[in-house]
């Protein structure tokens, strides 16, 4: 059994190594396929326009979020333990408080979303509010508190960046290909079959890397959901019955699946595997092992 000071360590060193190899992969991948297909001058290109797409996500992802899900402000009389608890939490996670939204449905779920901590919301359902306890929600707030503290959606719309350059370098290749006919000096055979490979099998790798970093933020905002609180049960608690809640989440997209504390569309084990989030079973044990 770890304590919870070193399941965090344990998952800040996990992220760091999961991302570097994000990094690098994404990296590998869209310089051999620019060179092999002639794409170095588009490259800035393609990083431009992946860059521009990424940057609009940044500064407006939240209200577009917020739109999706019919939000409405949350008052500290209406929503009197909601709004507490979060400004507790901010306090002793040294951050501000983040604007407050609900969304009225009786499906459980939260999430968080925002730039950084000083543009920063946090959203509930009314179904989870109704149905936790104030310990319960202490965890669930504190999890979605963490994401924000260290800057996930940054680190988030970043990958998004990657993976958005890499796509369009691949889109091009596809149409360069009739081009190369009369231009096949241009790259050695070697590269060219990497480039092609690539092409092939780099977006579903870069997809697999790109869930295993959301996956391991979610353990490490759980870690240090209990490490704010002090009490890994509240969180325990909270996902058992989140995972067993049977209302739908309507208004919920599989465009942010990414953002709430459990992916509101993954209801099997199939469906986990391709999931943004680890299996709730996975993120319990972990947490138990806190106590």
Not at 20 to 29: E, P
Not at 201 to 228: C, K, N, T, V
Not at 256 to 274: M, Q
């Amino acid at each position: 059994m770890i304590n919870v000071y070193q399941q965090v360590s344990r998952n800040k060193i996990r992220s760091f190594l999961i991302i570097s190899l994000f990094i690098g992969f994404i990296s590998f991948a869209a310089y051999i396929i620019a060179y092999s297909y002639d794409l170095a001058e588009l490259f800035p290109l393609a990083l431009l326009f992946s860059f521009g797409s990424s940057f609009l996500s940044y500064y407006y992802g939240d209200k577009i979020v917020l739109a999706l899900n019919q939000a409405k402000v949350a008052t500290r009389k209406d929503y009197f333990d909601f709004y507490t608890v979060t400004e507790n939490l901010c306090l002793a996670a040294q951050i501000p408080t983040p604007k407050i939204y609900v969304i009225d449905t009786p499906a459980m779920n939260a999430f968080a979303t925002g730039r950084n901590p000083q543009n920063a919301v946090v959203c509930a359902t009314t179904g989870l509010l109704a149905k936790l306890d104030r310990t319960e929600l202490e965890g669930v707030i504190a999890h979605e508190l963490s994401h924000i503290k260290n800057y996930d959606i940054l680190l988030m719309t970043t990958v998004s960046l990657l993976i958005g350059t890499l796509s369009i370098l691949i889109d091009l290749a596809h149409h360069s290909t009739f081009n190369r006919k009369n231009n096949k000096e241009s790259s050695s055979s070697i590269l060219t079959l990497i480039g092609i490979i690539l092409i092939i099998f780099a977006p579903l790798i870069g997809q697999l890397i790109q869930l295993a970093i959301s996956r391991q933020r979610e353990f490490f905002a759980d870690a240090q959901s209990a490490l704010l609180t002090r009490q890994p049960s509240g969180l325990i608690s909270a996902l058992k019955k989140i995972s067993s809640d049977p209302n739908i989440f309507e208004t919920a997209s599989t465009a942010t699946a990414s953002l709430y504390i459990t992916n509101p569309f993954t209801k099997n084990k199939i469906a986990n595997l391709f999931s943004t989030h680890p299996p709730v079973e996975d993120r319990i044990k972990a947490l138990e092992g806190m106590i």
